[in-house]
């Protein structure tokens, strides 16, 4: 079992930046690929960026690229998510989920899933 907890989140306005963290513990994640998924209000949770194993691949929705930023520190048991330029669309609950590939954009693809950090973007 991995445990997964987000913390970072908050209340940014148009144009700002924020950083967001995601501590396992557990289980190393080394084994795993990782994911940052999003859900606003009313939509679906969609996979926002995703990393491979060893960080060495990574992926991005269209809305997001360019913009920000998945990384990941093995060691340290540690996956981060850097948002710049956020809009108020990126207004969601971001969610941090493992899962053993990185091809996997369903939610249905990850094993593990932590509760999830509010991102609120005013305008």
């Known amino acids: 079992q991995v445990q997964l907890v987000e913390s970072g989140g908050g209340l940014v306005e148009a144009g700002g930046s924020l950083s967001l963290s995601c501590a396992a513990s557990g289980r190393s994640i080394s084994s795993y690929a990782m994911a940052w998924f999003r859900q606003a209000p009313g939509k679906e949770r969609e996979a926002a960026a995703r990393?491979?194993?060893?960080?060495?691949?990574?992926a991005y929705i269209d809305s997001v690229k360019g913009r920000f930023t998945i990384s990941r520190d093995n060691a340290k048991n540690t996956v981060f998510l850097k948002m710049n330029s956020l809009k108020p669309e990126d207004t969601a609950v971001y969610y941090c989920?493992?899962?053993?590939?990185?091809?996997?954009?369903?939610?249905?693809?990850?094993?593990?899933w932590g509760q999830g950090t509010q991102v609120t973007v005013s305008s």
């Open positions: 990393i491979n194993r060893n960080g060495g691949i990574t």
């Open positions: 989920a493992a899962g053993p590939s990185v091809t996997g954009t369903l939610e249905r693809s990850y094993d593990f």
